[in-house]
């Protein structure tokens, strides 16, 4: 992703300190596998690859997880963007009820992970939840919570009667573990780590110009000149693919956070969970190690460059309102507001697997809410691909599945 299309503070890059800064491509080399993009999909791509044998090469043209990955909130969760009602004009039920099935396996393997290296990253195991203030919306999330809890998810529905939450809630649906919490550029920068460790080359500044694809091979040059031959290339560049292809693959929006100071009575109120309103667009929040609340939201039709400061600080100061309005007892300040641009689709889902013209061209884009939890199961499942293993639940994620 262009870091021109982020502005602000961001809260994650800005606390943490650098801890490795990679050297760009100064020689021609050779790989199996070559990942264009370094921000928390690469380095997903690159610790699977790796895990599984495989040769591979990251390119990153600016600083590794300074682009989308520095504006995510990390908020995880199994659910999608849109009830599982609202996206049965794009799907079926059960592929949304097989998609909220797959989220939890990606966050089994994140915490898989962190069980294997250690906790670097903040990782945090939550409730997740979605609730509505408006009676009009109550029948909606019943209906939400009733396809979960057929489906065998730990589900508990929440009503205005039974809510120990210190807002108005009309009705909830409580997904008990269902969601997650991380610091996105410690967990970039954790995975890059341990695969660097077992063999994956990883190269920052260095943006990728020129993609020539033969029956054998890959060519990738650089912009300081230099090639990069491998067997396939992935895109791993968020919405900024049109160096790949000329295909539409989401529709993109520009989405506002905000975060506060550490509050210091926070765990006498909030409840530490994953909170998603269901308005539309909707707002998230989450809490922090360090006790400050994230929120995000306000969603807007995309906005190439990003200099409108009116237009920023309105809808930062909504986000802000919103979450007074939430805790009116916490002794909330905002200390970093940042915007940025992404991708979204119909259905909800990212896109995974090769170019139906090109097998030579693989995508993992993890567009939407979930696009950590996507960018996981492509790990996954594109290292197995690549030995010849095809995952059946590629299917949900291929390339052209809006195709008419």
């Known amino acids: 992703m262009n870091t021109q299309y982020v502005k602000g503070d961001c809260l994650f890059t800005k606390i943490n300190k650098l801890t490795k800064q990679y050297e760009y491509l100064t020689e021609d080399i050779e790989t199996e596998v070559v990942i264009v993009g370094g921000g928390v999909t690469g380095a997903v791509l690159g610790y699977y690859f790796t895990k599984n044998n495989i040769n591979a090469v990251v390119l990153e043209k600016s600083r590794i997880a300074h682009g989308s990955t ?3 909130t990390s908020l995880l969760q199994y659910e999608l963007d849109s009830n599982a009602m609202n996206l049965k004009q794009y799907t079926s039920i059960d592929n949304i009820i097989r998609s909220y099935k797959l989220g939890l396996k990606a ?28 009676d009009i919306e109550i029948k909606e ?5 009733d396809i979960r809890n057929k489906a065998g998810f730990p589900v508990e529905f929440i009503s205005k009667e039974n809510n120990e939450f210190s807002f108005n809630v009309k009705a909830g649906v409580l997904s008990k573990g269902g969601g997650a919490q991380i610091d996105p550029y410690k967990y970039t920068q954790e995975l890059f780590k341990v695969s660097c460790e077992k063999g994956l080359r990883v190269y920052e500044n260095t943006e990728v110009v020129d993609v020539k694809y033969s029956e054998n091979e890959v060519v990738v ?4 000149g230099h090639k990069v031959k491998g067997k396939i290339i992935i895109v791993a560049t968020g919405y900024n693919t049109n160096l790949f292809s000329e295909r539409a693959f989401g529709t993109k929006t520009t989405t506002f956070n905000i975060a506060t100071k550490p509050i210091n009575n926070i765990e006498d109120i ?3 969970v994953n909170v998603r309103d269901n308005e539309d667009p909707y707002n998230y929040l989450r ?3 360090d006790n400050r609340i994230i929120i995000g939201g306000e969603d807007i039709n995309f906005i190439p460059d990003i200099s409108n400061e009116k237009l920023c600080n309105e809808n930062y100061d909504k986000l802000e309102q919103r979450l007074k309005n939430l805790f009116p007892k916490l002794n909330i300040d905002i200390e970093y507001r940042y915007c940025g641009a992404f991708a979204s689709t119909q259905d909800n889902l990212g896109f995974l697997g090769k170019d139906p013209k090109n097998s030579k061209l693989w995508y993992c884009l993890g567009y939407g809410a979930n696009g950590i939890l996507f960018s996981v199961l492509g790990g996954m499942m594109l290292s197995k691909l690549y030995s010849g293993e095809v995952n059946k639940d590629l299917k949900l994620f291929k390339v052209n599945r809006f195709d008419s």
């Open 107 to 134: 966050l089994d393997e994140i915490e898989e992970f962190i069980n294997e290296n250690g906790n670097a990253c903040d990782f945090k195991k939550v409730d997740s939840f979605l609730y509505t203030a408006k």
């Open 141 to 145: 999330i019943k209906q939400e919570y």
């Open 270 to 272: 909030y409840k530490g």
């Open 221 to 224: 040059e650089t912009i300081y």
């Open 70 to 72: 520095s504006i995510t």
């Open 287 to 289: 809490t922090t190690t």
